[in-house]
């Protein structure tokens, strides 16, 4: 029996965080995976994952093409936009950035930093997960789950 390797939609912005922190990574190897997601967090990228432009933008090219995913060429049907949807308002709930209140002066992240991060590797996470039920654990380089 074959495995479905068709990505679920919300995975989309799982797979983008991913790959962006396995760049980081691959450019300072002596990172941490811990330094590596910090680090992201200053990326435009971030910004606009955490604003919930990602989505709008996303949003808005489905509309243009009738619902038709321009990557995966399928349509995407209501119940999976009110999914994705819900997505981007967690991305803008749990992403939330302060400007320049990152650590405190004792370097301990903030609260809703802290926040923020445990959002983001637990999304890493869930892109590893979907890696190993699909059999495709050549796309695992981070090894979050251990």
């Not at 811990?34 to 489905?62: C, N, P, R």
């Not at 038709?68 to 992403?95: R, Y």
Request: aromatic share 12%; net charge neutral.
């Amino acid at each position: 029996m074959s495995v479905n390797s068709d990505k679920p939609y919300v995975l989309r912005v799982a797979e983008l965080i991913y790959s962006k922190v396995v760049n980081i990574k691959k450019e300072n190897s002596e990172m941490t995976n811990i330094q590596a997601f910090e680090v992201f967090m200053t990326t435009k990228d971030y910004d606009l994952i955490s604003s919930g432009e990602f989505h709008d933008k996303w949003f808005i090219e489905l509309k243009n093409n009738n619902f038709i995913d321009k990557i995966s060429g399928k349509k995407i049907n209501d119940e999976t936009m009110k999914l994705l949807e819900i997505q981007k308002d967690s991305m803008v709930k749990f992403l939330m950035k302060i400007p320049k209140l990152y650590y405190t002066k004792s370097h301990f992240p903030l609260e809703i930093s802290q926040r923020a991060f445990d959002h983001l590797w637990r999304i890493c996470e869930s892109y590893e997960m979907w890696c190993k039920e699909t059999k495709q654990e050549k796309l695992i380089t981070l090894d979050i789950l251990g």
